[in-house]
């Protein structure tokens, strides 16, 4: 898979990407369209997160397709077409069961 990326201080390019592992509770995606956001900018042009650099990939917020699922994810399958918000939250914590994933 090809991703966008930081290549250095104020460059972008594509870089190929190895998804070798993935857990029981996840989902490959292949982004369809994506939504740059301040983080994505800061860590392109300014200098977010500078120790993950070079190849750094950016948006985190996108639509995308279903690649493969984790053998637990029930609700998604190969080929839904699904909106990747800017935060994932764990959904197996107590505060996500409880109704306030956005603290965890």
């Not at 104020?10 to 509770?25: A, H, K, N, T």
């Not at 982004?31 to 740059?36: D, G, K, N, V």
């Not at 699904?82 to 956005?102: H, K, M, N, R, Y």
């Amino acid at each position: 898979m090809r991703g966008l990326a930081r290549i250095e201080q104020d460059v972008l390019g594509w870089v190929d990407i190895e998804i070798d592992e993935y857990g029981p509770y996840d989902a490959i995606c292949k982004p369809l369209a994506m939504a740059p956001c301040t983080s994505d900018v800061h860590i392109v042009w300014g200098h977010a997160y500078m120790s993950d650099a070079p190849n750094r990939v950016v948006g985190h917020e996108a639509t995308a397709e279903v690649v493969k699922v984790g053998d637990k994810v029930k609700d998604f399958k190969h080929g839904d077409r699904v909106i990747v918000p800017a935060i994932t939250p764990d959904w197996l914590t107590v505060p996500a069961e409880q109704g306030f994933s956005q603290h965890c």
